[in-house]
């Protein structure tokens, strides 16, 4: 983990312990790894994003339509 985001180990010990609050620049870069968003991250938000980075509007469309059929059966 400390590899992917360009941080030490120990600095990962430390955010785990609560000793340390990581930096913008780690926040971002996390988010990256995780594919989520940094309001996530920090607990603010518990809804997950999709990465639809590549895809086009036809596709994005598809995947939103299959996220409203599946919500619809919750």
């Known amino acids: ?3 992917l985001a ?3 180990i120990s600095v990962i010990s430390a955010y785990e312990s609560g000793n340390r609050y990581p930096s913008y620049e780690v926040l971002i870069n996390l ?5 989520v968003s940094i309001d996530y991250l920090l607990g603010i938000s518990t809804i997950k994003s999709i990465d639809v ?3 086009n509007d036809n596709e994005i469309d ?4 299959m996220v409203e059929i599946l919500k619809s059966n919750i």
């Open 6 to 8: 360009d941080v030490a």
């Open 53 to 55: 980075t590549g895809l």
């Open 31 to 35: 988010s990256h790894i995780f594919h």
């Open 1 to 3: 983990m400390a590899d």
């Open 62 to 65: 598809v995947i939103m339509q």
